[in-house]
């Protein structure tokens, strides 16, 4: 059964703090997305990236960084965490849109709350 | 980036209920995909659609692929309380490898 596993479930943060969410899949996937939930907002994209040592801004980058050191790892970093970044956020990852019957698997999501 | 107009927001309706959701564009998209996301869960891959008219089905579920190619429909047959969650549209338009996800329709099933 393929697997995008993200580190934590619930995370509690200070502000200021700086933040690692780590997300890891193990399909061989190129394509990997950190996206944020909100009530109301749906899924916004943060950042994604398509190949190993590659990233792209999404929509929403200001106040995040990202890391793809590895295929099968993508890192989020909150450098300095702040309170309009209390959300859950989603990792994903993809097959690329050449291959038949691609589709994005998330992984169960990251609570993060900053007080 | 473009949002995908989802509608409705939410449901309540009774068990056995059918169900009926749908997701709209402003622009022509090759592929539309239907997620179910559980409390405190990712999301699920229901249903993908790749072709204009095409319909597909999982279990209860149906889902079409609008022959405007600006639209998609889901609809949930005889409810059953596990139904219970929050349902997202994605779609793909005809340039990029971009996908853009609904806001979400948020569906109760009352026993």
């Known amino acids: 059964d393929v697997k995008v596993t993200q580190s934590s479930r619930y995370l509690v943060k200070r502000t200021g703090e700086k933040v690692f969410l780590e997300c890891v899949q193990d399909?061989?996937?190129?394509?990997m997305f950190w996206y944020r939930q909100d009530p109301g907002l749906g899924l916004r994209l943060i950042y994604f990236?398509?190949?190993?040592?590659?990233?792209e801004k999404g929509d929403i980058p200001e106040g995040y960084s990202v890391s793809r050191e590895k295929k099968e790892r993508f890192s989020l970093i909150l450098e300095s965490a702040s309170t309009n970044q209390t959300s859950m956020y989603l990792c994903a990852s993809r097959t690329p849109v050449e291959v038949t019957n691609y589709g994005y698997t998330f992984g169960s999501g990251t609570r993060l709350t900053v007080v | 980036g473009q949002q995908l107009n989802q509608s409705p927001q939410s449901m309540f309706i009774q068990e056995g209920e059918d169900v009926s959701m749908n997701c709209t564009s402003s622009?022509?998209?090759?592929?539309w995909l239907w997620y179910k996301q559980d409390p405190g869960e990712g999301p699920v891959l229901l249903i993908a659609l790749y072709k204009a008219g095409e319909l597909t089905s999982n279990g209860r579920l149906t889902a079409q692929f609008g022959i405007t190619r600006k639209d998609s429909f889901l609809n949930i047959s005889a409810s059953i309380p596990s139904d219970v969650g929050i349902y997202f549209c994605a779609g793909k338009p005809n340039t990029g490898n971009q996908f853009y996800f609904g806001t979400g329709t948020s569906l109760t099933v009352i026993p």
């Open positions: 990236s398509y190949d190993v040592k590659m990233k």
């Open positions: 399909m061989d996937h190129e394509n």
């Open positions: 622009s022509i998209f090759n592929t």
